[in-house]
């Protein structure tokens, strides 16, 4: 679990538009580890996590796509069921709130990455931290919030 920046930009919402940022990131040798695209009224917003940030920036930059970088969580998470919902409790417990969240395969086989904006980011990341497993498994004697 660390902390990673992850570039935020607005598309016009138009045929080919996330295909051209993503091939001049490959041309870039910049490898994606996280991607998350949502439609808006007016431009799709596109977030993703990259191993490399200032060589995005300057991708981003020649292609005149306007960006905001921002540090997010990254948790690494058993890619099995329940192993989100392990995260989520654990932050929710905290009164931690989760203000935007995506998810992608890990690079490590059987996991997942889980990418988290939360109102507090350190806060997250000790109390996940601290939890057994990363978060991924259940406190002895605890029944899952959703179940209280």
Do not use: W
């Not at 001049?24 to 998350?36: P, V, W, Y």
């Not at 417990?93 to 969240?101: C, G, H, L, T």
Request: glycine share 6%; proline share 5%.
């Amino acid at each position: 679990m660390e902390f990673v920046h992850e570039v935020t930009a607005r598309l016009e919402n138009k045929p080919g538009r996330l295909a051209k940022i993503c091939a001049t990131l490959a041309h870039e040798k910049i490898n994606i580890r996280a991607l998350s695209v949502m439609d808006t009224h007016e431009r799709s917003v596109l977030r993703l996590v990259v191993d490399q940030l200032e060589p995005t920036r300057k991708a981003l930059t020649s292609l005149g796509t306007e960006f905001t970088t921002a540090e997010v969580l990254a948790v690494e998470m058993e890619n099995r069921p329940g192993a989100l919902t392990r995260v989520l409790e654990t932050l929710a417990q905290e009164n931690i709130n989760i203000e935007y969240a995506y998810a992608s395969g890990a690079s490590a086989p059987g996991k997942s990455l889980g990418i988290f904006h939360t109102n507090n980011p350190k806060r997250a990341l000790q109390v996940l931290s601290e939890s057994p497993n990363n978060g991924t498994a259940q406190a002895p004697g605890r029944r899952p919030l959703h179940s209280r």
